[in-house]
């Protein structure tokens, strides 16, 4: 907290802001940057497609003589543990598990021109430099830092569109600037597909690159100003092109304005002087034409200071939506948990409404804002249903943006994992249709027809992840995806949100189809054995399958254990299959209490120790509605139980504060629905299922000028047990709440005591959806 | 000839076309296509940007162990004197003596699949097939072949901006196509730095690719019809990429409807049958929706023949600005030099409007047409020129692209040699100036504060060329430049025709600079020497010139003899120099008539053994002005003489018909000049110089509806001297006409004869344009 303080301090004397805590203060977003978070500590606007933010270590590691990037520990491109900074690149996932981005980097210098990075072992080898956690101040939209080998500080901000720097060079020192178009992260050798830069005159320089990274190609486009003129300037291109074009007829080293390569590497001069030197960077997907628009109308005219304060207040009135008190641990975990929901998805498109779409073609937007960074898998669990409370205009953009991936897509298949025009593919099912059945069931001013098209067409690629023989079976066989079980399961709950939708908009045909589908994991369950088990296409099951190992055993991040509760759209027959309330009930105990030897965990991909309960793994996210499933038994307490443990141990306001990969907002967002006492345990449900809240107060300022409070005034790490529950006064018996509840804005009162109230029983009209055979 | 009437009774029976004889007809369009000609016999329509044809053999040959590209010979994709077909690419260039292009290859197989195109040596080694010139068939807007190996007959046909192919195979075999994004002409290992594709719906696939190669980064966006469906594909990537996304769950190698690589070969089946496979293939620069859109306006629901006859229609009327008489291969010559100087420059914009900048963003064309492909060293000479005279609407299109060009580079530069949105800084000088100052001239309606505005710009360059040592020193220095002389000598004449410009335009502060500067070539001209000489910086002479050697003497694509003429815009000032008009004649007669001993040929690129005459080499540009230099002596007759021998020795009806690179038409258009009997000395003035008819008849049907004809009834070999001259029926006495004559209408006859008439003298005031000091 000392640094929060100090950040507070200079916030309130350097920018003259009104003296009153402020969100923005509670936000520590060092939570994450260590381990596993994959969190970085840059400034960005709230959904900016610029996060502007130091690289500490993303250069190729020599493993047996051969150099590999660091796909997976460098995805943020940040490691806290790391004692020097590369640079200060512009593009940044926040906590995912793939690595890509670190577009357009830029290092201060003084003295002696280097123009490689140099090595984490060696600093001085290059253009980075060492620097001390002591002098790094971190806050939503500003980034701070001194960088020792050359004592320049360093200042960072952002808008949506653009990257602001401020370098303080010694004042008797020439200012000097590397502008490394080769940097990325995950930057294997030819990740470059080709980099151009042009020096339209002594302040403005604008370019391009085209990376082959996670995405399969990605068009970075930029436009850079300056606060005062370049004196000189040069380039060298790590790899010669074979041809050059007449280049070779000029000196292109020095002040030649305009290069193309593959490697290219550039610095800039400034005179010297006390004036410190002000970079604009903004990007652009569509051209350079469209980098120079969005840099003249977010910042064109405005200083550092007032770039700062006027992100500053984006992220006041986007932190404001939620009010609450708690101690200053706990509020630094909720807003930073809020700060983290708004970062991806991020905005991509220019400022006049252009944008590269999914066929990589330049489309205009009409009539909505396009995004992108969408980790679906991850975020259609809370993310998504999160927004449809607190943003609902950005959700509606959001799903907007998804229908047009949709139309533009050659597969006909809404996002699976996309970024920047790209679909990676990345992890399994068509989460999409949930995000959609969920903006459906909430009321987003969506084009339903047309969404329900896309959920049945994106339900139907026969050569995705077999759904072919998923649909002819009712269950994808183990012969043919490792991963069989895992996908038979969240397909069942996919379909379901078909199902789902087509009964609201009165198709039954579409229903019909879909409930069929929607009871699959039916197919996947084992009874013999008690769990989801992968199955073969001749119906036999898979022998020995160990419950406990996350390989090879028919699932993906998570084992067993944990994927045979994923029947979300179904917990009461769940629990039949299981054996009935009580061996249901035994078996969720067993899941967070027994001893997961270390053997399991070290293959358990994405979390850190930290984050296991027993077997119950928190850092990935196929557990995350498990705890609230006792709400469905005759022992909901345990949830109340289980769920504070969960955010006591796994969400820390450190460095290593997150248990696993944030995962674009869904861990944090699974924080937030459980600090209210409430979490969707089933998008594309009205309804949120109550767990127990963990804060006193809370207050979400909705967006339709209404306000939701859940109060608890008693509750603490003991008395986590509710004893009663009001809503807006009257007594409250139901197990879940809906969404109008927390629209028509009101009252949550919790009565918490150190005990269970093991009275607080729910019949089966009280406990929430679960679809009926 | 028997090729000829072959087309002709081919395109009389099959087309059902009017029974006369057609312009296209006496087009030739395989002169050239062996040796240094540089053209290819494939298809395009007028100015198109695709010219569809034949590639021989561009892959890499092994040079010691490693593989280099073809770079020179296979300029145009084709020689003639080559046994096998690669396959049919989109895009070629028109006679450069550089390589690029030949993108989006396909080539129609039956039987067994193989990726590579397998070499000229072992052609059963790849896709490619043997084949004989007997089967092919090359006429304007329409190529065909018989495939030898597996007796596919191939149809070729094109649009502005689509390729149609029309392939029958075999009825027993399966229609088996390959598709190689890898295939280029230059086709390094590294050219491909992306390429894209899609599998729209079984009878349109979609796609790109970006290109490192002569351009330095080439964007070539595709849509692919075909008449029948596809009902297999499939691809392979010879090069995988890092990370290639998820595409490892997938088996992407047959019927996964999109890929992309560095690599990508792909395949595709139809159904066997004896309905030919009909092919549309639409190029833009600015997406695969802007291919779609060109696909959709040009040639939707348009069948292969009605196509072929549309263009040959377009080139017919093309083609009919000009009627002659002469002997077949004399016509031949004249159409298909006629034929040459419309394919490029090419229209560089889709339908709509929307094209590439030289900044490589994307642009909407207002108000005119935007071409690509400025080989402007050559072609300010007699191409524009020509085109002002002809096509008139063109050239105005292609000043308005050249002045967009200038308006987008970042060196405020107009086009030196670019193509695709490149600037390839090919050969010497700023010779846009030359075609904006002809423009003006001739009243093209241009924005002339715009023109004059670009000319002083790209004149001041400082670091082009040595523009800065050039304005400083009245030269530029040899110590600084290899090709200083050649660069100070044509700079002269660019700066003559600023100063020409800025008098018309009524300023004389720009006129005065720039007549200064136009007098520059005499700070090159070494009076003990008698010839143009490179010098140093401190004002000394290069010793010991070697007066006929092309290389390390200060000149470039030409020697001491070639460019010491090379002062268009003062040729009186230049006989002085040389000693007055009995030396300068004696230098002339010498230049045409003395020994080149081979050592010297062997260093002269560009220009095949019959390019030579003495030294004269016409194969190159420098030189093309010089027989009509004779205008200015006492002795005029002598043009007459060695054009005749220009025309008949190095203009020939066959494979090897052009003594050196055809440059994109300038060897063409200095042909259709001098068969008119004149040509445009100096661009910029509004005079063509006299230097006698090659034909009987020749009639310019101009497009404002007169006509101008040219009558020189006796005219043979023999006949080859001017006795006497009128212009409608007066007496006409100059030794040149104007612009306005022309474009008037009338009637300019020679009477000829087979002696010089030697009293044809000429006054001062009779002789063309001559700055004086």
Redesign the interface.
Known sequence: MQKQMKSLIIALTCMTMPVMAQKTDLVNPIIGTNGMGHTFPGACAPFGIVQVSPDTDTIPHNINGVYQPRVYEYCAGYQHKDSSIVGFSHTHFSGTGHSDLGDILLMPFTGKLQINPGTADNPDSGYRSRFSHDTEISRPGYYEVLLVDNQIKVQLTATERTGIHKYTYPTDQKKQLILDLNHGI?N?D??V??A?L???NDTLV?G?R?T??????NYTYFAISFSQPIIHYGYIDREK???????R???TAE????I?G?KVVSYFEFKEGNTPLEIKVALSA?????AVKNLQAEVSGKSFDTIHQETNEKWENALSIIDAKGSNDQLAMLYTSLYHTMINPSIYMDVDGKYRGI????HQAEGFTNYTVFSVWDTYRALHPLFNIIKRDVSTDLVKSMLTHYNQS??HLLP??SHMG?????MIGYHSVSVLADAITKGLPINKQEAIKAMVSSSNIP???HTDEYKQLGYVPFDKSSTSASITLENAYEDWTIYHTALLLGDKQIANTYKKRALSYQNVFKPSLGFACPRYKDGSWKENIDLLSTHGQGFIEGNAWNYSFYVPQAPSDLIRLMGGNHCFIKKLDSLFTMHLPDKFFSKTEDVTREGLLGTYVHGNEPSHHIPYLYSWTTEPWKAQYWIREIMNRMYRNNIDGLCGNDDCGQMSAWYIFSAMGFYPVCPGTDQYVIGAPYLSYMKVNLENGKAFTIRADKVNDKNRYIKSVTLNGKPYKKAYITHQDIMNGGELVFQMASSPNKKRLFTEDEKAYSLKN
């Open positions: 995950y294997y030819g990740k597909l080709w151009n042009r020096v339209e604008t391009y085209i082959n990274g996670w995405s399969r190609v092109v074979n041809y050059p074009g007449g280049f007829r000029f000196k002040n030649f304005p305009e193309g593959r569509v051209g350079t034409d469209g066929d990589h073609n330049i050659v597969h699976v994992w790209n679909e990676n593919w990345c050569y995705y992840d």
